[in-house]
DNA sequence: TTTTTTCATGACACCGGTGTCACAATAAGG
DNA sequence: CCTTATTGTGACACCGGTGTCATGAAAAAA
């Protein structure tokens, strides 16, 4: 089995290598007859391009890249579900790169990923879609990028997040019309808009219905289960202790009712928990956790889909979507009794 | 910011492209004084190898590709973990390819992903590193592929795996030492051959204490916590219900788990659980699952350096590696009553 | 010292595509 | 019927590296 190269087609079909690429890329100024004749031959000759060539000549890598830092596993894998479905639909690759720097040392590290990757685009996901100067950084060196579950959407770029306030406004809303009214939030990582835009619905919604704000009753976690641990201990020791706890994430939902079980509180009988996310555990542990869905693999497949447009042809016009978060309720929480 | 060639390297330093090509692959036969001229000349125009030109030069990519089909978001992002830190210590990417097909589809699949993204070599996670008809197929492509966490070993390919079937017979044995006789088993999907080996350890540990073997202990799942709610439902039905169950991944217990709960039995009082692979999940929900903890992310490492040792330069003798997998006790399990 | 071998280096083709431009053939305009 | 556009096509350089081979200089052997 030889290699069928764009040389071999040429001469097999009769005409030069220009027309063949002609052919491969849909330009014009080529004869029907010729095209179909060319096409015949990718046939029969079993033609695939090179994209390695071709990346060569058009200084281009086909590659897009992917960062992230998330404790969630299946946030990750959603995110990278999502993107890949947009790559292949356009021919392109998805390199992963999880980082966990901040600050010139994360600056560097992208400085050189992007020189010795050379990649066409870069995709990023929470917390990167919020860091200014990465963002600046990537502006100044004209590499184009789309920001996915950002909370910042006046500036120019290619953006898909989902309303984070309106969930948490939602979730928070439905614990206050099952007549909880001390309701304890545990907040996210500070490096993602996600905290503050959930912190956010969070108190909107208490103050709608006229509910006090109570400072006590907020705990600063990190998205982390262990985190949840130490902000459930402080919370399920408050006295009195609230009858329902809004986590920023299902991985600190998971772990408060974990500890009120192993403390012998009755969920939701005792206490109500609602988390954020959907992630699988939401529904794999008893009792399953009400919580928020995000359309995570459908923002990214758009940001990425966005993006390789871009790529291809520079738009000047930013696209910018926001999804919808909608309510899941399970048997976590339930009516104050 | 004017972009950076070998030429430009060259006639800065005063030498031919060639010079500095071998500098680059630290080829011998150049004097140190060159080199450390053209060393010097790197690092003032801070110049970085276009690996596309490379590539194309050398016929090479520079990227591996990772295929899997599991449905566990942990076991994925362990694997891209271990292949990521790989790749990273000898500059390749990783190309990631989820992909659920299977026979002709499944080889016609990796056959345009072959062609179309030139990867130099590829890991095989489970089940696919099972599957003869696909290992052919690449050994006849003759691309150079790893596979990962395989039951077959008496072959001539790079494998990196753990004990399987010593793990089971390792965490059956301790429910035994608990006082139980009544364990049931929960199969996983029958594509992967840790089924197989998982079901063989159960085995031997109960042939091992003279426990007599009982069919109808032992359902059928396919690792999805989905499947191990079904097998959960038929195993807590059973009349006498057997005092511990020993589901082949840590989702499958879960489930069990939380049927159990739901049904208000408790765990382990009432009934002991383990799992195996050691999922976030299983430490994440109350009580902890007593489970099998897998070095994934050491195995693909290893694996995919390997496969990259391989490539540059083909060896002869095919790298065989099996790892410890170790017993880690939690709460859902305890002595029978 | 002369011959042979080894070493350091560069010229040049090549990897497999794409961009630019020239050019002939055909179509449209006056 | 003779310009002037328009269209289809190919020659050729180029993208940024690497492989092959020739060559002159230095080192080793005779």
Same mark, same amino acid.
């Given at each position: 089995m030889k290699k069928v190269t764009i040389n071999s087609v040429a001469s097999y079909a009769g005409v030069s290598k220009k027309t063949v690429s002609r052919v491969l890329n849909n330009e014009p100024n080529v004869s029907a007859a010729t095209r179909e004749k060319v096409l015949a031959v990718f046939k029969e000759l079993d033609y695939t391009p090179n994209p390695i060539a071709r990346g060569l000549a058009q200084n281009r890598s086909f590659i897009i890249g992917c960062i992230y830092d998330n404790p969630s596993k299946s946030y990750i894998t959603r995110v990278q579900t999502?993107?890949?479905?947009? $790559?292949?639909? &356009?021919?392109? &690759?998805? *390199? %992963?790169?999880? $980082?966990? *720097?901040?600050?010139d040392a994360l600056i560097n590290n992208i400085e050189q990923l992007l020189q010795s990757s050379r990649l066409d685009g870069l995709v990023l996901t929470p917390p990167f879609c919020d860091f200014g100067e990465l963002v600046d950084f990537l502006k100044s060196k004209k590499i184009p990028y789309a920001r996915v579950a950002s909370a910042i959407l006046d500036d120019d770029s290619i953006s898909v997040t989902s309303n984070d306030e309106q969930g948490a406004f939602e979730i928070t809303e439905h614990l206050i019309n099952l007549g909880h =009214?001390? %309701?304890?939030?545990?907040k996210g990582h500070p490096d993602h808009s996600a905290t503050e835009q959930r912190f956010k619905g969070y108190r909107r919604a208490l103050t709608t219905h006229?509910?006090?704000? /109570?400072?006590?009753l907020v705990e600063e976690g990190n998205?982390?289960?262990?985190s949840g641990v130490d902000s459930a201990r402080s919370i399920l020791d408050l006295s009195p202790r609230p =009858?329902?706890?809004?986590?920023?994430?299902?991985?600190?939902?998971?772990?408060?009712?974990?500890?009120? =079980?192993?403390? /012998?509180?009755?969920?939701?009988?005792? %206490?109500?928990?609602?988390?954020?996310d959907n992630a699988p555990i939401a529904r794999h542990i008893w009792p399953g956790l009400t919580t928020i869905a995000q359309p995570v693999e459908e923002m990214t497949k758009q940001?990425? =889909?966005?993006? %390789?447009t871009h790529i291809i042809e520079p738009q000047e016009s930013p696209y910018k979507v926001i999804l919808e978060a909608k309510l899941i309720t399970r048997e976590s929480t339930a009516?104050?009794?």
């Amino acid at each position: 089995m030889k290699k069928v190269t764009i040389n071999s087609v040429a001469s097999y079909a009769g005409v030069s290598k220009k027309t063949v690429s002609r052919v491969l890329n849909n330009e014009p100024n080529v004869s029907a007859a010729t095209r179909e004749k060319v096409l015949a031959v990718f046939k029969e000759l079993d033609y695939t391009p090179n994209p390695i060539a071709r990346g060569l000549a058009q200084n281009r890598s086909f590659i897009i890249g992917c960062i992230y830092d998330n404790p969630s596993k299946s946030y990750i894998t959603r995110v990278q579900t999502g993107a890949l479905a947009a $790559c292949q639909e &356009n021919n392109y &690759n998805l *390199l %992963i790169h999880p $980082c966990e *720097l901040r600050g010139d040392a994360l600056i560097n590290n992208i400085e050189q990923l992007l020189q010795s990757s050379r990649l066409d685009g870069l995709v990023l996901t929470p917390p990167f879609c919020d860091f200014g100067e990465l963002v600046d950084f990537l502006k100044s060196k004209k590499i184009p990028y789309a920001r996915v579950a950002s909370a910042i959407l006046d500036d120019d770029s290619i953006s898909v997040t989902s309303n984070d306030e309106q969930g948490a406004f939602e979730i928070t809303e439905h614990l206050i019309n099952l007549g909880h =009214t001390s %309701i304890a939030f545990i907040k996210g990582h500070p490096d993602h808009s996600a905290t503050e835009q959930r912190f956010k619905g969070y108190r909107r919604a208490l103050t709608t219905h006229g509910i006090e704000f /109570n400072e006590r009753l907020v705990e600063e976690g990190n998205f982390s289960y262990h985190s949840g641990v130490d902000s459930a201990r402080s919370i399920l020791d408050l006295s009195p202790r609230p =009858t329902a706890v809004f986590a920023s994430n299902d991985y600190m939902a998971a772990a408060v009712l974990k500890l009120a =079980t192993q403390r /012998n509180l009755r969920v939701p009988d005792d %206490i109500s928990i609602a988390g954020f996310d959907n992630a699988p555990i939401a529904r794999h542990i008893w009792p399953g956790l009400t919580t928020i869905a995000q359309p995570v693999e459908e923002m990214t497949k758009q940001a990425v =889909t966005q993006l %390789i447009t871009h790529i291809i042809e520079p738009q000047e016009s930013p696209y910018k979507v926001i999804l919808e978060a909608k309510l899941i309720t399970r048997e976590s929480t339930a009516a104050v009794k």
